[in-house]
């Protein structure tokens, strides 16, 4: 079984800085492309930023030069640094991995999401 579980949401100040966290586990034999999505209240779940395994870098209009995604590929690991957020940023946060398991065919897998709110 493989788990992707998320970390470091909560409330921020406009103009402020939160980074999320993301781990990938159980029984994993390949981890190739991860990203990060985002879902607000009645809309749909957009792309935030995704990262392939040699680190080639792929984000969103609406974030780029304010977030930055990067990886930890021994620990099967994704981060994603928010500066500069904005009310507009305020969603539920999902990661995601495409994760080959061992002895099992490959897949995407989601996190259960963590809830990031900014304002003031």
């Known amino acids: 079984q493989v788990q992707l579980v998320e970390s470091g949401g909560g409330l921020a100040q406009p103009g402020g800085s939160l980074r999320l966290s993301c781990a990938a586990s159980?029984?994993?034999?390949?981890?190739?492309?991860m990203g990060w999505y985002r879902q607000a209240p009645g809309k749909q779940r957009e792309l935030v930023a995704t990262?392939?395994?040699?680190?080639?870098?792929k984000y969103a209009d609406s974030v780029k030069g304010r977030f930055t995604i990067s990886r930890n590929n021994a620990e099967n690991t994704v981060d994603l640094q928010m500066n500069s957020l904005k009310p507009e940023d305020t969603a539920v946060y999902y990661c995601?991995?495409?994760?080959?398991?061992?002895?099992?065919?490959?897949?995407?897998?989601w996190g259960q999401g963590t809830q990031v709110t900014v304002s003031s």
């Open positions: 995601d991995a495409d994760i080959t398991r061992k002895y099992g065919p490959q897949d995407w897998y």
């Open positions: 159980g029984s994993i034999f390949r981890v190739d492309d």
């Open positions: 990262i392939t395994k040699d680190g080639t870098t």
